[in-house]
């Protein structure tokens, strides 16, 4: 499945986090090393970040390979940020396809990314709004259902707790690798795929897959969410965040 990538910390060049790193995210759309389900991922791609004291991020989203995206290069070279979330994606049959199906989703200061594959997606159309649905597709809808907790006050990492949560009670199943951030925070899911943090020069960065072979990448275990922020970084089963939530 897709491959994502959200990196917070002191400024850097999309270039330096996406393009450079030998098994970095640009590389990843073509040779993943820890890729379990498909192989390349070439269904488009998106890199959203933040900008100054702009709270508001800018999304670019092709549905091209990333490779085969002239204008990039140049781009990635002189837009440099301390809070970005980017993806590769490698379509689930029946999805739908185009830029707006390539994550980063996004409202208002919010970025989100599902990489994963979900049955039964169609079941949870009905508890979303449809303005908040692009397209259809599983991660719209996961991303429509996280909008709708961050909307009446919950926090990033219970908000994409809850969304597993609530999806999986509903009936649908599968794998549920979110990856949520307002340039301030991240939370991110290991549900069913691989998920891994580096610490990088102050800052932090949490990617499906590491992007080098340097030490220091660890492993986020199945079924946890990793969130990091100015307060840290914290890894938590899920179960411990959905005790008492309630699923409409
Ligand atoms: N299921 C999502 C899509 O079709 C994410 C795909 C993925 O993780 N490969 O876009």
């Not at 759309?29 to 890729?35: D, L, M, T």
């Not at 999304?59 to 290069?73: A, C, M, Q, V």
């Not at 509903?170 to 290991?190: C, P, Q």
């Amino acid at each position: 499945m897709c491959r994502h990538l959200a990196y917070l910390g002191p400024a850097v060049s999309l270039k330096e986090l996406i393009l450079d790193p030998e098994h970095g995210l640009y590389r990843q759309s073509w040779a993943p090393r820890r890729q379990r389900h498909g192989t390349v991922n070439a269904d488009g791609f998106g890199v959203g970040w933040y900008a100054g004291d702009d709270p508001v991020p800018a999304r670019y989203r092709r549905d091209i390979p990333i490779w085969n995206d002239e204008s990039l290069p140049g781009i990635a070279r002189v837009t440099r940020s301390g809070a970005v979330l980017a993806a590769v994606r490698s379509a689930t049959p029946g999805m739908a396809l185009g830029a707006a199906a390539a994550a980063p989703f996004g409202a208002g200061t919010w970025l989100f990314s599902h990489n994963g594959a979900v049955s039964g997606w169609e079941t949870l159309q009905s508890r979303v709004s449809v303005r908040d649905m692009d397209v259809l597709s599983d991660s719209a809808v996961l991303w429509a259902l996280t909008l709708a907790r961050l909307r009446t006050g919950a926090e990033p990492g219970p908000a994409l707790a809850a969304v597993i949560a609530e999806a999986e009670a509903a009936g649908a199943a599968g794998r549920f690798n979110l990856l949520l951030t307002d340039g301030t925070s991240i939370a991110a899911t290991a549900a069913g795929d691989t998920l891994c943090y580096r610490a990088r020069d102050g800052g932090v960065v949490i990617a499906s897959e590491p992007g080098d072979d340097r030490p220091g990448w660890a492993d986020v275990p199945d079924r946890h969410l990793l969130t990091a922020g100015p307060h840290g970084l914290a890894v938590a089963p899920l179960s411990d965040l959905t005790e008492g939530v309630t699923v409409p």
